[in-house]
């Protein structure tokens, strides 16, 4: 062969082995290929019933084991940063119609078994051995150590449950989920334990509930002497009466509960004995070392309490859980609201119908106890207190009409002002201010009321303001002689009008104060001092 037929030939092979498939095995030698073969060594007997392990072709094992009946992974995490998982599951679901998808499913033929069956069992070693966490069986889920919910206990139904209970005598059907909103995974946060959402069903209200679990039990030492007769109080707040009443049950150690072999057995005895003392619309169960509960209503607020001494037994405290609405109003147009209440009124003959409805069970707040509170950041706007008091920057009738009302300290014989209106070019605004000013000088007092009437106008940088007194303004005072005057005025500024008193008394006033309330008519933005 001439040597342009010999570089052809090598040319074409060159270019075969370049546009051969890396993922084909065809044509190449074993020489070149054997060390990325995936093999299982069995004395060339093929796959039987013993799991063994798969190997590369040059030695390296896999985490895999597979035989003819099972498959087992052996994983080893030890990335020293980062997430690691022993086994990762992705896929893409990109259905047309209809069809039921799965990440992972299980199907057990249950035809002979002598003993329990579990579809999934979670294991974990903290250092003294594995020990159990979770077992799903046909029956139902088993926290090892904490107990199980069965179907019986949850209805089923996906991974949720419900059941109707009686609220101020009304039925509802409270819903539970086994994750998400988990029982087991509130209570390791130690705050809010019990389920957070329950739902519509069969014309039942939707109940939402923050939980009343804000306080735990930790078994510090069960050996230490403090324990021995300690008492564990609960004490709820129950709406099963109305009015609601409080209940408290206690358990006493050596008698319904005991300090037994450890922490973790003495949490155990001391949650079973509460569970036994108290039946019906609370659970307590122990994690480790600690007792824990979850109240359901109609128990609207729980209360876990000792007498032993924290090294024995420690009551803890969490922040109660509440039911919030966080949303991210960010849609570039459009309308948007974070939360909305439709519904629709039919009413057949009679009866009051009511779009909200706060109600507060209890009043005994020690501070300032609010039905409502509207606040932009952290400063309160609006509110309603349990007492029916309403507070608020401005009440705004109509486009043309608001109200303000506002407290302002004075100085004796001194000019102060009292509040500024915004003024634009073409403005005309007018109003009428009601007001008392209260003065003392510790030992007698005085009160002079009144209303004076405004008007301003704004054309370009030029203002005219005129103020009146309506009525001579009525005095009342305790000496029997002195005297407290006023003179109202308005001054013009950067765009803004501002309305001043000055109040002259005969007393040496300690105190000296105007308390008003303004009805503008217009639309501009009031600046209180």
């Keep these: 062969m001439g040597k342009l037929a010999t570089a052809a030939v090598i040319a074409l092979i060159a270019v075969s082995a370049l546009a051969q498939d890396p993922n084909d095995l065809t044509g190449r ?47 080893l995490l030890n990335d020293a940063t980062g997430d690691e998982n022993a086994l990762t599951v992705n896929y893409e679901v990109d259905k047309a119609t209809d069809g039921v998808t799965s990440g992972i499913a299980i199907y057990a033929t249950q035809t002979n078994v002598p003993d329990t069956d579990s579809f999934l069992r979670a294991f974990a070693d903290d250092g003294s051995g594995m020990t159990e966490k979770l077992r799903l069986e046909v029956d139902g889920i088993t926290f090892p150590g904490v107990g199980t919910i069965t179907p019986n206990e949850y209805p089923v139904g996906a991974i949720a449950g419900s059941e109707t209970v009686t609220w101020f005598g ?36 939707v109940v939402l509930s923050g939980g009343e679990g804000g306080r735990w039990i930790d078994v510090v030492n069960y050996a230490d002497p403090s324990v021995d007769g300690s008492t564990v109080t609960f004490r709820y707040y129950s709406t099963l009466a109305f ?40 659970a307590f169960f122990s994690w480790g070392s600690s007792v824990y509960y979850f109240a359901f209503a109609p128990i609207m607020a729980g209360h876990l309490s000792t007498t032993a ?19 991210m109003l960010g849609a570039a147009t459009g309308n948007e609201t974070a939360a909305t209440i439709e519904y629709e009124v039919d009413k057949l003959t009679s009866g009051d119908d009511t779009g909200l409805l706060v109600r507060q069970i209890n009043s005994n707040s020690p501070g300032a106890s609010l039905l409502i509170d509207g606040q932009v950041g952290t400063s309160s706007k609006f509110s309603v207190s349990n007492t029916g008091h309403v507070t608020a920057d401005s009440l705004q009738l109509d486009a043309s009409l608001r109200q303000w009302a506002d407290t302002v300290t004075l100085a004796d014989d001194s000019v102060t002002d009292v509040l500024d209106v915004a003024m634009t070019d073409g403005s005309m605004i007018g109003g009428k201010i009601t007001y008392t000013i209260a003065g003392t000088d510790g030992t007698d007092s005085q009160s002079l009321s009144g209303s004076v009437t405004f008007s301003a106008v704004r054309k370009g940088a030029a203002y005219s303001v005129a103020i009146a007194e309506d009525v001579t303004p009525v005095l009342a005072e305790s000496s029997g002689s002195s005297s407290l005057t006023d003179v109202w005025t308005m001054a013009s500024g950067t765009d803004k009008v501002t309305v001043r008193v000055n109040a002259d008394s005969s007393l040496t006033t300690t105190s000296l104060s105007v308390r008003y309330q303004l009805q503008l008519n217009g639309s501009n933005v009031i600046t209180k001092k």
């Design 29 to 75: 030698d074993p020489s070149d290929t054997y060390r990325d073969l995936l093999w299982r060594p069995n004395g060339n007997l093929g796959l039987d019933v013993e799991l063994r392990r798969i190997f590369s072709g040059n030695g390296i094992g896999s985490p895999f084991y597979i035989s003819t009946e099972k498959v087992r992974i052996d994983g």
């Design 170 to 205: 009304v039925p509802y059907v409270r819903s539970y989920g086994i994750m998400g909103d988990s029982q087991i995974a509130l209570a390791l946060k130690g705050g809010d334990l019990s389920p957070v959402s329950h739902s519509l069903n069969a014309g039942y209200p």
């Design 243 to 282: 009015p609601p009443v409080w209940v408290s049950t206690t358990v006493t150690e050596g008698v319904e509960w005991q300090a037994a072999t450890s922490n973790t057995a003495t949490a155990l005895s001391l949650a079973e004995a509460l569970t036994t003392a108290i039946s019906g619309y609370v």
């Design 309 to 327: 001494l924290a090294s024995g037994l420690d009551a803890k405290q969490a922040a109660q859980g509440d039911v919030r609405i966080e949303r």
